[in-house]
């Protein structure tokens, strides 16, 4: 993850979550970010809020990319 990619998301970037189509971004007014994993709430193995950056998962699944508009 490059610098950019730090400020983008304010810190250290969130690893594999910022991709997983598993992830729940929440951010408070005052701009603090909390990935949760909504695995996590039918799978015990899967923290509900994974200590950041998340670097491998067993679970993790690629967001689909949309298709390109034609």
């Known amino acids: ?3 950019n990619d730090e400020q983008k998301f304010n810190g ?3 690893g594999l979550c910022a991709v997983c189509r598993h992830v729940h971004r929440n951010e408070t007014r005052k701009g603090t970010v909390y990935w949760r994993c909504t695995r996590a709430a039918t799978d ?3 923290p509900k809020y994974p200590r950041l950056p ?3 998962c067993p679970g993790f699944e690629r967001e689909r990319s949309e298709p ?3």
Do not use: Q
Request: no cysteine; net charge negative.
């Open 12 to 14: 250290p970037g969130p």
């Open 54 to 56: 998340v670097l491998t």
């Open 1 to 3: 993850m490059s610098d």
């Open 44 to 46: 015990p193995r899967f």
């Open 68 to 70: 390109a508009p034609d």
